[in-house]
């Protein structure tokens, strides 16, 4: 149990902040601490994909002086880190950032109107 | 030409709904008629698709960069993306036509051109998931129908950012949560395409991270579809929002959700996994079953006509889960003609619930009195869509449940039996309830009509660009009604694994 | 609304940091060929050039560089150059975003052609993200209110 927990560690770090953003969005009742707990949770996903591209020992997957050597380049690709999550996880930061920037839009036009960003009292303002 | 279809179909409204913003800053006028360029290209591009699929007999596959797949990312069209394609082009060219009256009624005119933006955006997401075969350009495709669906449904009433705030938390928890599951499928096979995770998944079929990974695709495409537990964001946001992108989104989006369900459960997940190795389709039954008992209990109590509506959405969705459940030939095809039907349905009563809150201003159904007087045209609309609801041959949606029924018979699932009969009965009072108070009036006010000033009867007020989409969707669903045995025999014969 | 406050020494930083910051967005623009960077990275940078001019000087001075409609326009121009690179392809032959057949136009090899074509493309990128991010940044303090508060400063 130690040793996995020593091992595996990026899978327990993950978990961790998943469980956090989670909570966040669901108990909180300002509905900026819920946003922020939607960004954690976010961030984690784009945490786990990174980490599980990662190998021991590998170099980062940029071929050195290979520029016009074309086909007569070998390479092995066992010796660098998978970067295709890498790119998968910046289209995922593009979505995040996106989603924080309308959240927030979102946020302003709500205290506009309402004079408040806790979750209750707008419940509240809209029943009457 | 025809070959560039499938790219051109989500292409197009992406770079014409940037052309509507541009054209938005100097005339606001020319928006809505490239938003309906747009999408009568769309329509003729579906149709190209699906009439190259029936002649080829199997699926188109275009590789995007001429990369090939497994590298590449790759459209994938068979039968039943094809069907879907060309049910989701026309119901949003009609309800393009149909919004234009709609929201300068009710939204600010210097807004028109950002929503006419956000509705081409919305559409290319839809038919981009409806079209691609990776499931990562899913998920990106998914982020850019939900985000449109957001800011479009801030623009409503009072109450709608908090709607809309409230649908990006949970939207986020189920687009990520697809995301997750795409990880998962990664971790375990390496590849993100479909047709190749298919081949590579049945080596780790018994381990406990698929297991996972199904657990996170379930969950985070049932938030998007609006699945029982996960429903709460929809009757706020779909209510809230502006007649017309209720209209727009009611109908396409959760039915494209119900697509990705089939395509992740019976082509990424080979079917003896779903069916026979976990049980996946009993618990996708019952919470079919509790759903549709739910949503018809909470649409008996509403007085609001959209918001008992939006908990009807619910409750067909249940009825496309039923026919999963069923997991045989009948109920999958069934569940696919529900979702063809469900689409031109739900935009039936939805454009009729805009077109009544545009002429009298008000949703309840408690003032509908003497309506029958005011707006027939409109009422006669109703009535086509309820009846297809409530499920009155030879409309269609007679069809999508007599196969749901049989496949749930076949299946010897008797509790879902029972369910579908009950809601059938549950959506009769509920359609009736809205019919009666519209169409009769009390004894009394018979001798003295002309004398107490009730309005004469004359025709809708609502403009003929309103009325005639709603007329061309209710002649859709007699039409579908009427060829739904070619449709059920040359397409979705051919849609269903043959595993099945 | 950020207020206008003469402070010397911010003002000489931001006014010395600026360019290198731009700068160094179109480097990390030009590098992502061969090492991390890219369009999305290098449009974050440039516009956080963009960003700091408030932040240091006045909203006005950022608004009037970035009005509403300079917004919209770079924004869909970036999408434009983007898709527009993509059906040139389809045009000459090949699939979506099949840069090869860009070597009928560009007198390289087809290997090379998928080379430009991407630095083309997250050119686009670049462009619309920068705009995006400006954008939402003056949104956000003006309350939505990007064009009305311009006009009234110029009464």
Known sequence: MIDTLFTHYNYWVFAVLLMIGLYSMMAKNNLMKKL????????????????????????????????????????????????????????????????????????????????????????????? | MIEQFPVLIVVTPLILSFVVNVAGLWNRRLCFYIVVVALASCVVFSLGILKTVLTQGEPIRYSLGNWQ???????????????????????????????????????????????????????????????????????????IASFSAYAVIAMGERGADFAAFRYVIFGTIGACAYLLGTGYLYILTGSLNMIDVAHLLPQSFYSKALLVGLAFFMVGVGIKMGIFPLHVWLPDAYTLAPSAVSA???????????????????????????????????????????????????????????????????????????????????????????????????????????AIFYQTGTRDIYQFRYLHRTMPITLAVFVVGAL??????????????????????????????????????????????????????????????????????????????????????????ILLGIFSGKIIAHIIEFAIPAAL | MIRHQEDIIIQTICRML???????????????????????????????????????????????????????????LGVFIYAGIGLLCLLLGGNFLDYGKLSAILPVDPVMARYYGIAVIETGVQITVMAVMVSIFINLITSGRHEEEMRNTHD
Not at chain 2, 434 to 441: C, D, F, G, N, P
């Open chain 2, 388 to 477: 297809s609801v409530i499920g009155v041959p030879p409309l269609c949606g007679f069809f999508s449940k007599w196969y749901l029924l049989l496949g749930a018979i076949e299946a010897k699932q008797w509790a879902l039996v029972v369910v579908l009969l009950i809601s059938s009965l549950i959506y009769a009072v509920l359609f009736f309830r809205v019919i009666e108070r519209a169409y009769l009036e009390p004894r009394e006010d018979h001798s003295h009509a002309s004398q107490k000033g009730h309005p004469a009867p004359t025709l809708d007020k609502v403009p003929l660009s309103m009325l005639a989409p709603m007329v061309f969707i209710a002649a859709g669903i």
């Open chain 2, 69 to 143: 797949p497994p590298w590449g990312i790759e459209y994938v069209i068979d039968h039943l993306n094809a069907l879907i394609l060309v049910s989701v082009a026309v119901v949003a060219l009609l309800v393009a036509v149909y919004a234009k009256r709609s929201l300068e009624q009710e939204i600010h005119e210097s807004k028109i051109p950002q929503v006419y933006t956000l509705f081409l955006l919305q559409v290319t997401g839809l038919l981009g998931i409806t079209a691609t075969g990776d499931l990562f350009n899913l998920y990106v495709l998914l982020e």
């Open chain 3, 18 to 76: 600026i360019p290198f910051m731009q700068v160094y967005g179109l480097y990390v623009l030009a590098h992502g060929h061969g090492s991390p960077g890219g369009g999305f990275q290098g449009g974050c940078i440039f516009a956080a050039s963009f960003i700091l001019m408030p932040i240091a000087y006045d909203l006005d001075k950022a608004k009037r560089r970035f009005a509403e409609r300079r917004t919209i326009l770079f924004c869909s």
């Open chain 2, 248 to 354: 727009l989104l009611a109908p396409l989006f959760t039915k494209v959700g119900a697509y990705v369900i089939i395509r992740i459960m019976f082509t990424v997940f080979d079917p003896a996994f779903s069916i026979d190795l976990y049980p996946v389709t009993d618990i996708v039954g019952w919470l079919a079953a509790i759903g549709i008992l739910f949503a018809c209990i909470m649409a008996l109590a509403q007085s609001d006509l959209k918001r008992m509506l939006c908990y009807l959405i619910v409750a067909e969705m249940g009825y496309i889960l039923i026919g999963l459940a069923s997991a045989n030939r009948l109920g999958l095809t069934g569940a696919i003609l529900h979702i063809v039907n469900d689409m031109f349905m739900m935009a039936c009563l939805f454009t009729v619930a805009g």
């Open chain 1, 36 to 128: 922020i707990g939607m960004n954690i949770f976010q961030w984690a996903i784009i945490l786990y994909f990174i980490s599980i591209g990662a190998k021991r020992g590998a170099q980062i997957p940029i071929v050195v002086g290979a520029h016009g050597q074309g086909e007569n380049l070998a390479i092995h690709a066992a010796e660098y880190i998978n970067p295709l999550p890498h790119v998968l996880m910046l289209t995922a930061i593009v979505v995040g950032v996106a989603t924080t920037g309308i959240s927030l839009a979102l946020l302003i036009a709500i205290y506009k109107r309402y004079n408040t960003i806790e979750e209750d009292k707008i419940i509240e303002a809209l029943k009457k």
